[in-house]
């Protein structure tokens, strides 16, 4: 049988089992569609009765809320009319009821009410001896009655003491409730429950459930029946299903749809056929019967069996040409390659920078040149097989960069490295790689460029010019210093020259003031009072021109090595002297002086002076209260006046919790003429005085304050080396 025959029957088949499918497909969708419309249907059934019982809820709460009440067990006793027009009668707007009944025990009527104008409701259609039976199996009854208005819905219930919620008693009367089912209430049900409802008589013959698919109606009956139990009327309804339409008309398009598609592929499938299969094997037949490729040129560019077929013929034909020329190509390109090896070996090996080939697996050197011998000291047979980590050139943290890089890129250019030498000596190279791929080999390709002299050279090169720039700022240093020297030295000439002249002038007022207090004791208390502030300003004037005559020309140190506690000890006395004549009582002079046993050499009026100077400064700051603390203590430091080694010093240090100084005024304290005392009491030379004394005994003196937490004063001496006291008082108390 030809191919084209065995085709066609596949055709056939195809179609065959496409209508097959589609038959199954529709009658499985059909009974898809009927399990959703069923479930839908159950849905709105339950549905409906569920709001069914909520609108029938209050009525039967209405009989149940009544009929367990002590007062309504009176009623019925008594029968008061009052009581019921007052209980019974508004509670039929509450329950949105409509009538009600009270019967007693025997079944007699006590009471009934109706908000219709009606009057076939003044009793309920049930005979007196058949209430009590209505209550023999529950204490609860529901049925309906047929009035000229429409049925009637019934709630009862039997009527107990409110003690007795369980009803277990005998009941004490009956109590039944109405709901009128009329056009209203069922057009009300109708919009809550979105159906169609109408009042009909049983049907006969007829389900109670009715389901239309194709039309999309659900029709269901609820049956009232009356109090004996039997049918009264029915309740039909109808609900519409808008799914069931739409998943029908989806179905069908969907049907529709697949036969479309079958027709299609089948008219694909035969033209396919036609021009896949019998034109490539009519060319074919052609070709190898006439042994000429042209008709299956065209073939050859198809992917596919007949394209492999006739791409199999055309080589058939050409392949001692082709192979021909393939030989030729491999071995130009044989010879190209060799080429190419050459010129890198050559180049490879005369560069004067050392460079290495590398596995990227494992990092083994596979080959390097004669410069990278040289560099590092080796041999080809040393490093050969080996990675620059056993050989102890790059360490392994520079490896794992190195590798990290490699990662992310292709090529590291110009990377610092510092590398070891086979005897251990550091070098700085650039480093450079690029990966290469030879065929299944990866290698990477390494060149180094050694920096080492280059690096040294920046390094000395950095380091003069900061010799430079330390010896320009010692040069500016020893300028300024210069500079300030002079003017001291000129200050110092100024101020001798000023002080004599001013100092005998003042000699002669002071005289003449004490002349006239002694010649005219008895002077008016004014004139009094104005010669004592003359005499003050002569003093302040006087002391003054002794700052003047101290700073300009220094006296000679007279020195005594002394325990730096009796220093302090001298001078607190001294200053609590001059505290208690002034308005400072209230400040604290608190000593915390060490027990050790030190010395120093120091000129003690001098001394003693310059710790005046700061514990009157630390007064005066405090103003009125206050605390000043004076320590003494052991302790290692630098005195460059000294020496510039760290050496064992002896620290007073005056410390109070005053106001603090500011940085811009800290910088500026032991300048001449410079005063914090905005209030002009000082002359601004006591600070200086107090550098100048300390300096002259090699010492040092640190200032250390913070605006509102107080200022520190530390004067660093150097201390007497292996003096064990003798030539001083020592006094370590505090």
Wanted: charged share 25%; glycine share 6%; net charge positive.
């Amino acid at each position: 049988m030809k191919i084209r025959a065995k085709l066609t029957i596949l055709l056939l088949v195809y179609v065959g089992v496409f209508v097959t499918l589609l038959v199954l497909y529709s009658k499985m969708e059909h009974r898809r569609l009927d399990m959703i419309f069923r479930a839908e249907a159950t849905e709105r059934i339950n549905s409906f009765r569920n709001m069914l019982q909520v609108m029938e809820a209050s009525l039967e709460a209405y009989a149940y809320d009544y009929t367990y009440w002590d007062e309504m067990v009176s009623f019925i006793l008594t029968g008061s009319q009052v009581w019921a027009k007052n209980n019974i009668d508004p509670s039929l707007q509450t329950y949105k009821a409509n009538a009600a009944w009270v019967y007693n025990e025997e079944g007699l009527l006590v009471y009934s009410t109706s908000n219709i104008a009606d009057k076939s409701f003044t009793s309920l259609p049930v005979p007196p001896g058949m209430i009590e039976r209505l209550f023999a199996k529950s204490r609860f009854c529901h049925f309906f009655i047929m009035t000229p208005l429409g049925p009637m819905e019934i709630r009862g219930a039997t009527v107990h003491s409110s003690s007795d919620r369980e009803r277990r008693s005998s009941p004490a009367g009956y109590f039944f409730v109405g709901r009128m089912w009329d056009r209203g209430y069922l057009s009300n049900l109708s919009r809550l429950t979105a159906t169609e409802i109408k009042m009909c008589e049983q049907p006969s013959g007829k389900p109670d459930l009715d389901l239309n698919l194709r039309k999309g109606t659900i029709i269901f009956h609820k049956t009232l029946n009356d109090w004996r139990g039997n049918p009264l009327a029915c309740l039909e309804v109808q609900s519409r299903s808008n799914i069931a339409a739409i998943l029908l008309s989806a179905s069908r398009q969907t049907l529709l749809v697949l036969l479309f598609y079958a027709v299609v592929l089948f008219m694909i499938l035969s033209v396919a056929l036609v021009v896949w299969v019998n034109v490539p094997l009519d060319a074919i037949s052609q070709a190898l019967a006439t042994e000429d490729v042209t008709p299956i040129k065209v073939l050859t560019k198809t992917s596919g069996e007949f394209g492999n077929i006739a791409a199999l013929i055309c080589k058939f034909f050409e392949q001692r040409r082709e192979l021909m020329l393939e030989i030729n190509e491999r071995r130009r390109a044989e010879e190209a390659l060799g080429m190419s090896e050459y010129k890198f070996s050559k180049t490879f090996h005369a560069n004067p920078s050392p460079m290495a080939v590398f596995s990227r697996y494992d990092g083994h050197i596979l080959d390097v040149n004669s410069s990278f011998l040289s560099t590092f000291g080796y041999s080809r047979e040393e490093v050969i097989g080996y990675s620059l980590i056993k050989l102890n050139i790059v360490p392994t943290p520079i490896r794992v960069a190195v590798k990290k890089m490699l990662r992310s890129q292709d090529t590291i250019h110009n990377m610092e490295l510092e590398v070891s030498t086979r005897t251990g000596h550091k070098r700085t190279f650039l480093f450079s790689a690029e990966k290469i791929d030879a065929g299944e080999d990866k290698l990477l390709l390494a060149v180094a460029n050694d920096i080492t002299e280059r690096k040294q050279a920046e390094e000395s090169l950095r380091n003069k010019i900061k010799e430079l720039e330390e010896t320009y700022k010692k040069l500016q240093d020893t300028q300024t210093k210069l500079v300030q020297s002079e003017k001291m030295a000129a200050l110092g000439r100024f101020a001798s020259g000023v002080a004599h002249e001013v100092k005998n002038p003042l000699a002669v007022i002071l005289g003449g003031l004490e002349y006239i207090s002694a010649k005219m004791p008895h002077l008016n208390p004014e004139v009094k009072e104005a010669m004592v502030k003359m005499r003050e300003a002569i003093m302040r004037a006087d002391i003054t021109v002794k700052d003047l005559l101290t700073f300009a020309k220094p006296s000679k140190l007279v020195t005594e090595i002394i325990h730096p506690n009796l220093l302090v000890n001298d001078t607190i006395s001294f200053a609590e002297l001059f505290k208690h004549k002034s308005d400072t009582a209230n400040i604290t002079i608190r000593r915390e002086l060490t027990s050790s046993d030190i010395y120093v050499a120091v000129d003690r009026n001098q001394m003693q002076q310059a710790l005046f100077n700061i514990l009157l400064n630390a007064i005066e700051a405090l103003s009125m209260s206050g605390e000043i603390v004076v320590k003494t203590y052991p302790s290692e430091g630098i005195l460059p006046l000294f020496s510039q080694n760290v050496i064992s010093v002896c620290v007073i240090e005056i410390s109070d919790n005053g106001p603090g100084i500011s940085k811009d005024d800290i910088a500026k304290l032991f300048e001449p003429f410079f005063t914090t005392k905005r209030d002009q009491k000082g002359t601004g030379l006591g600070l200086a005085i107090v550098k100048s004394i300390v300096e002259r005994h090699k010492g040092l003196i640190k200032v250390e304050s913070e605006l509102g937490k107080g200022t520190v004063v530390r004067i660093m001496l150097p201390v007497m080396p292996q003096y064990k006291g003798g030539a001083s008082e020592k006094n370590t108390g505090n």
